[in-house]
């Protein structure tokens, strides 16, 4: 091979923030407590069914 093609070397500009992961997958969960929620809530009105466990993961959502 040629030398004047090589591999550029990889090099990462930014140090890699754990603190953004973190606020991501939080940012996550708290969507899908609150979907959770929407469904839980209309089988309530829909089919009276019980309604404890929507306040349950409300409250979780709330401490996220």
Do not use: N, Y
């Not at 890699?16 to 407590?33: C, E, N, S």
């Amino acid at each position: 091979m040629d030398s004047t093609h090589e591999m550029p070397s990889v090099e990462k500009d930014e140090p890699v923030h754990r603190f953004d992961t973190v606020v991501f997958w939080l940012a996550g969960l708290v969507v899908i407590g609150v979907l959770v929620q929407a469904v839980l809530a209309g089988q309530h009105i829909a089919f009276e069914s019980p309604i404890e466990l929507h306040g349950f993961i409300g409250s979780a959502v709330f401490a996220l």
